[in-house]
């Protein structure tokens, strides 16, 4: 009996310290400070994490099976959901719902979560405003103040401007700061978020935003600009691959690290920048972490070599 009793303690006693561990618990609700994305008591933090691919092929790779291994087994601090908008707009009840459910099962898990409108067809995110504005304010009434919760409001405009994105985001960011004062917001630049230097001309004028940057580590190996725009405005890389920008063609490993090691603080002012991987599928493509069908089946341990170097980037 004695020795039943001590095993149960001893067993709760792991639970809790994995529980203190979860990346929500660890760090509270996020904030920006300066340029340095911070947990709640101010002290600088660095977010790693996977994005999904879009959802409306690949919800099937993340669900609440996949994200207790990548809380547990990878010890990922953030998982991110891709919803395209041309997606919601087949059936925005559906997505929203789904969306939201992905919210919940991420804050069981203590981790932190990106809504990512994903934006990139319509090029000029202003074209998609009239769904942007209904999903948002949804998602910022449905989600207000939770502390594992980050908003990206365009993923990726193109063939566009850096006036008209703000044009966008000077819609969208008040629209949410109605329902939710205080929650992440991340605002993609032009040229597919690679234009940071667009943004840092003429920020936005809001608390609590980033910009956000992407990249291809096999083709974007031009980091001087990054170095740069990163000593003027607030940056979250909210997308990065080890691939060509197509998300396929082979990987290159070592221009990757070269972009981890800046990420980390190698860089003149030893920021922390948070990041997410693209990307958690099966899709028979260089940067899917998942052999093809085995998301298929829930075969979690099925890495690509990819998914092999991916997964190693992680870890608290
Ligand atoms: C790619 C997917 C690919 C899909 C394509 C078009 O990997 O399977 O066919 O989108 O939907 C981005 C985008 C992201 C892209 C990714 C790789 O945000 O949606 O995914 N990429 O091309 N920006 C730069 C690269």
Not at 13 to 33: I, R
Not at 176 to 194: A, C, F, M, Q
Not at 243 to 255: A, I, L, V
Request: glycine share 6%; aromatic share 12%.
């Amino acid at each position: 009996m004695r020795q039943k009793i001590l095993i149960l303690i001893a067993a709760l006693f792991v639970c809790g310290a994995a529980l203190a561990k979860a990346p929500v618990k660890k760090h509270g609700k996020l904030k920006v400070v300066g340029r340095q994305l911070c947990d709640e008591k101010g002290s600088a933090v660095q977010i790693k994490g996977m994005s999904s691919h879009g959802l409306y092929w690949f919800a099937h790779c993340m669900n609440r099976s996949s994200m207790e291994v990548l809380a547990k087994d990878w010890k990922v601090d953030a998982v991110r959901f891709a919803l395209y908008p041309k997606n919601y707009k087949d059936n925005p009840a559906y997505y929203t719902r789904q969306i939201d459910e992905l919210v919940e099962i991420a804050e069981e898990l203590g981790l932190y979560c990106i809504i990512d409108w994903h934006a990139m067809d319509s090029g000029n995110p202003n074209k998609v405003l009239d769904d942007a504005k209904v999903f948002w304010e949804h998602m910022s009434k449905t989600h207000a103040g939770k502390e594992h919760v980050i908003y990206e409001i365009c993923n990726e405009p193109n063939k566009t401007t850096w006036e008209e994105v703000k044009k966008y985001a000077n819609v969208i960011i008040p629209l949410i700061r109605k329902n939710d004062k205080e929650t992440v917001i991340l605002v993609g630049t032009p040229d597919w978020s690679s234009n940071l230097a667009a943004a840092a001309k003429d920020p936005l004028n809001f608390e609590n935003i980033m910009y956000t940057f992407h990249f291809y580590a096999k083709s974007h190996k031009n980091r001087k600009a990054f170095i740069e725009a990163i000593q003027q405005i607030p940056v979250f890389v909210s997308e990065w691959g080890t691939s060509s920008y197509n998300g396929d063609d082979g990987n290159d490993y070592e221009s990757a690290k070269i972009w981890l090691d800046i990420l980390a603080g190698n860089n003149p002012e030893q920021l922390k920048i948070s990041w997410m991987n693209w990307n958690l599928s099966d899709k028979p493509e260089a940067s899917s972490v998942f052999k093809p069908g085995s998301g298929v089946r829930q075969e979690w341990d099925q890495l690509t070599e990819t998914g092999e170097w991916i997964k190693k980037q992680f870890g608290r």
